[in-house]
């Protein structure tokens, strides 16, 4: 649970659509997105509860009263508003209780037969960096040009093409939003693509690999499914760890989010760090939500976004010291993926 009202100022610009209920449950700021996604007004809205959201409004604003009473966050998916006639859309809702109103995040539903969208602050996030990765890649190659030896010239061949692959996945965020095309990879590569990374960074830290050699080939995204690892791994590195495994096993008779039992691909990523502070535990993967003063909430936000859209999950469990995250994705190609 978020301990303080939050400052409607860093949410004018999220293409996510948010509101902020007071104790009364009324609607006390609305971001524009949150305009933009309803089709309703600041005027229809001000100083009313979610009931104004017609045709379910009712039941918005029992799920906005649960939240703020069992102080658990939770989703609604695939809820009616229609502003007028002819303007019906489909909205998620997430319901966070905070400093005891409810915070409201909102965006466009997930189609049935396909992924789940990502979130819209991500895409504002993606958004954001396009540029500076168009200067790392442009800096890169002029120090290419002047570098002393192999070792340079490998590291700077390195930035640039992560600046390509961040481009690229940013351009995936920001474009269209059909299902995805995926190919058949090899998951331990990719680990080991991360790992390093990491090792060119010089992290502080030690890298472990726990590998099942016996796995399958995998489909799904590569460039996305190394953001969600990469994104794992920085998270143990800011909560101090000093020791980070790699693991990949094989999960059998994992429920998917049709509740039908599929083999799986389990990728764990495990630290020895800080662990997760008990205010946000709940929270965790929710957008903006952070540990730390200085964290955007957005890294575990996009790993779990990325799990989805594989049609798999992402899920932490605490250690007697530090953190255990497991990325579970389904084994067998979806509709529509290519070999």
Same mark, same amino acid.
């Given at each position: 649970?978020? =301990?303080?009202? $939050?400052?409607?100022?860093? +949410? ?50 029992? %799920? ?28 998620? +809702?997430? +319901? ?107 992290? $502080? ?8 050699? /016996? ?6 995204? $590569? ?37 039908? %039992?599929? !083999? ?20 965790? +993967? ?9 964290? =955007? ?10 799990? %989805? ?8 469990? !605490? ?10 994705? $389904? ?6 993926? /290519?070999?």
């Amino acid at each position: 649970m978020i =301990s303080a009202a $939050p400052d409607p100022g860093p +949410f004018e610009l999220l293409a996510t659509g948010v509101a902020w209920l007071d104790a009364s449950l009324t609607i006390a700021w609305v971001n524009p997105a949150f305009l933009e996604h309803t089709g309703l007004g600041w005027s229809r809205l001000k100083a009313r509860t979610l009931a104004a959201l017609q045709p379910g409004g009712a039941h918005l604003h029992e %799920r906005a009263r649960t939240a703020q009473r069992d102080t658990v966050a939770s989703t609604l998916t695939g809820a009616t508003v229609c502003a007028a006639p002819a303007r019906e859309v489909q909205l998620d +809702f997430a +319901f966070t209780p905070c400093a005891g109103g409810v915070l409201i995040e909102v965006h466009s539903a997930s189609t049935q037969s396909g992924a789940p969208k990502i979130s819209e602050s991500l895409r504002g996030f993606a958004h954001e960096v396009r540029n500076p990765l168009a200067a790392i890649s442009g800096a890169a190659q002029l120090l290419q040009q002047d570098a002393g030896g192999a070792r340079q010239f490998g590291l700077a061949q390195l930035i640039r093409d992560e600046a390509t692959r961040l481009a690229a996945l940013t351009e995936r965020l920001l474009g269209a939003r059909e299902a995805m095309t995926t190919r058949t990879l090899n998951v331990h590569a990719l680990l080991e693509r991360a790992a390093e990374m990491l090792e060119a960074a010089r992290m $502080p830290v030690t890298l472990i690999r726990d590998y099942d050699p /016996s796995l399958p080939a995998w489909h799904g995204d $590569p460039d996305r499914l190394l953001q969600a690892v990469i994104n794992l791994t920085r998270n143990a590195i800011e909560a101090h760890a000093q020791r980070i495994v790699l693991r990949s096993r094989a999960e059998a008779g994992w429920r998917d989010a049709r509740g039908q %039992r599929v !083999p799986a691909l389990r990728i764990e990523i495990e630290d020895d760090g800080d662990g997760v502070p008990a205010a946000i535990a709940q929270n965790l +993967f929710a957008p903006m939500v952070s540990g730390r003063a200085d964290g =955007s909430g957005l890294g575990l936000a996009l790993a779990r976004a990325i799990a %989805r859209e594989h049609g798999g999950e992402l899920t932490w469990s !605490p250690r007697a010291t530090g953190t255990c995250f497991v990325l579970l994705l $389904p084994r067998h190609p979806r509709s529509g993926e /290519s070999e």
